[in-house]
């Protein structure tokens, strides 16, 4: 369950922003920031539906800010339940099919809408206004200014500035991915409504690892404009006797991840899947450490995945100390 792919990333943070690009139109500005603030001061609960690849999902959501705590749960409603607690961003218990997913995640604090950053990458305008959910909206876009990330159109509530619907598009204004609120209602959500049921499992939250580019002696000899390395760690899978090396990369909104594996004969082949709007690309690489299969993974063009994919290096002794 992918639920609320962007609602977690766009209500995280409270920041101003002091400055506008070129391009940008103030009134957009100002949404974003009122979208920024909106996760610390306001409460709500309700319903949406996600589609991703022409498959549809319905979901309950219950958001509650209290005593200076942010705490969401979600539940997948379609199918066999599947559920997510999260407390200030830190998620708490899963079920279903989320548990081998998430189980021993590293600690890390709540991914950070900067509009300010984004205004580097993005052209934000104000498109018109709409009604979503019984709910008068305006209408945000995001256009990038490059061939390597999506657009993405925002329909904010007009009384509490929460996203009621969002868009992923590609260059094309092919529909990637979409988040759209059936209901919303800005009560408190009870504690008893915040409770996990019984098949929530507890997550067992590892230490984050230092985001440094020499994590496992890899580094990128080139990225994406405006992506960052913000973590990275290296685990053993004991199944198969080697270490896997991951990096992950984020522009403010977008989010990708590398996985780096030594392989010990020739076999597979290259491959490249696309999935709604998440890409996987693995090539094998020769490397001064041997053989390896590289994969990229997240929401970005086919083309850039495997851009990035190919400019994988093993890092020299030097750089590495």
């Not at 409460?43 to 979901?59: A, I, L, M, P, W």
């Not at 989320?98 to 590293?106: A, R």
């Not at 945000?140 to 009384?159: G, K, M, S, V, W």
């Amino acid at each position: 369950m992918r639920a609320l792919p962007l609602l977690s990333l766009l209500v995280g943070s409270c920041m101003m922003v002091p400055a506008l690009a070129a391009n940008s139109s103030p009134q957009a500005n100002e949404w974003l920031n009122k979208l920024a603030r909106a996760e610390q001061s306001q409460s709500y609960q309700g319903s949406f539906v996600y589609e991703r690849n022409g498959s549809f999902s319905s979901h309950d959501i219950w958001h509650r800010v209290a005593n200076g705590s942010v705490s969401e749960r979600l539940l997948q409603l379609d199918g066999t339940a599947q559920e997510i607690v999260r407390v200030d961003g830190q998620v708490q218990c899963v079920s279903g099919d989320l548990v081998s997913g998430v189980s021993t995640p590293p600690s890390s604090a709540p991914r950070v809408l900067d509009p300010l950053k984004l205004m580097s990458w993005y052209d934000l305008s104000v498109a018109g206004k709409s009604r979503v959910a019984g709910r008068d909206a305006v209408i945000i876009t995001l256009t990038p200014r490059d061939q390597h990330r999506y657009a993405f159109e925002l329909h904010l509530d007009r009384q509490t500035a929460l996203p009621l619907r969002s868009l992923m598009l590609n260059d094309k204004g092919q529909l990637l991915e979409r988040f759209q609120m059936t209901r919303l209602d800005t009560t408190l959500p009870t504690e008893q409504a915040m409770r996990p049921s019984d098949a929530c499992k507890p997550v067992e939250h590892a230490v984050a690892a230092s985001p440094l580019p020499a994590v496992g002696g890899w580094r990128s000899d080139w990225l994406p404009p405006g992506f960052e390395l913000v973590n990275s760690s290296v685990r053993s899978d004991v199944l198969r006797k080697t270490t896997v090396s991951s990096l992950m990369y984020d522009d403010g909104l977008t989010r990708f991840s590398v996985f780096l594996e030594p392989v010990k004969d020739d076999s597979g082949n290259d491959t490249r899947v696309q999935l709604g709007p998440t890409v996987a690309v693995s090539r094998y690489l020769n490397t001064p450490k041997g053989k390896v299969i590289v994969t990229v993974v997240g929401e970005i063009p086919l083309g850039t995945a495997e851009r990035v994919a190919l400019s994988m290096r093993a890092q020299d002794a030097q750089a590495s100390q």
